[in-house]
T-cell receptor, first 108, second 113 residues
Framework: DAKTTQPNSMESNEEEPVHLPCNHS???????IHWYRQLPSQGPEYVIH???SNVNNRMASLAIAEDRKSSTLILHRATLRDAAVYYC?????????FGKGTRLSVIA | DTAVSQTPKYLVTQMGNDKSIKCEQN?????MYWYKQDSKKFLKIMFS???????INETVPNRFSPKSPDKAHLNLHINSLELGDSAVYFC????????????FGSGTRLTVV
């Protein structure tokens, strides 16, 4: 499975935008880029996914580099409820493989 | 309505016992999964299953077996429980690749004593 690299942790102030980076230099042409998050004591939650174009939904935006070797999850206004571990995962033909993710802390 | 529901939420049992965790999804997804999250918080795929194919992670002991009575259910049966089996187990389901993301249940915390 193609691997992703994310910072271990990030911190943000409440109500400010957050940009969570992910590197995936070995991505294949058919891999989707998925983002999930896991809030404390909950199951992982789907956030967004994309293939080549940038994507927006009610939770976040996904910006994908033109060469697809990196992507950024954008939370437009962080709230305390966004504090979680965020996982960037490449989805091929096999089940999702979770890495360590980025632990996002939000400061009031 | 809960999209992916697991029961029980908590399970405490003695070593050597056999137990089952049930999972049901009402999303109409074809593929279901079991993941294990250990004390270090790593999420590992155990099984994926659709009505055609069971894919087993080769590191999963054969004491663990998925059972699917129908497309909406994927239960996890565990024989001869060991202390190391203590973890949180998550069930998930997904639509066809590219259509959307996985939906996870809220987890079953298994404690083996």
């Amino acid at each position: 499975d193609a691997k992703t690299t994310q910072p271990n942790s990030m911190e943000s102030n409440e109500e400010e935008p957050v940009h969570l980076p992910c590197n995936h230099s070995t991505i294949s042409g058919t891999d989707y880029i998925h983002w999930y998050r896991q809030l404390p004591s909950q199951g992982p939650e789907y956030v967004i996914h994309g293939l080549t174009s940038n994507v927006n939904n009610r939770m976040a935006s996904l910006a994908i580099a033109e060469d697809r070797k990196s992507s950024t999850l954008i939370l437009h206004r962080a709230t305390l409820r966004d504090a979680a571990v965020y996982y960037c995962i490449l989805s091929g033909n096999t089940p999702l493989v979770f890495g360590k993710g980025t632990r996002l802390s939000v400061i009031a | 309505d809960t999209a992916v529901s697991q029961t029980p939420k908590y399970l405490v049992t003695q070593m050597g016992n056999d137990k089952s965790i049930k999972c049901e999804q009402n999303l109409g997804h074809d593929t279901m999964y079991w993941y294990k999250q250990d004390s270090k918080k790593f999420l590992k795929i155990m099984f994926s299953y659709n009505n055609k194919e069971l894919i087993i992670n080769e590191t999963v002991p054969n004491r663990f077996s998925p059972k699917s009575p129908d497309k909406a259910h994927l239960n996890l049966h565990i024989n001869s429980l060991e202390l190391g089996d203590s973890a949180v187990y998550f069930c998930a389901s997904s639509p066809p690749r590219g259509w959307g993301g996985y939906t996870f249940g809220s987890g079953t915390r298994l404690t083996v004593v």
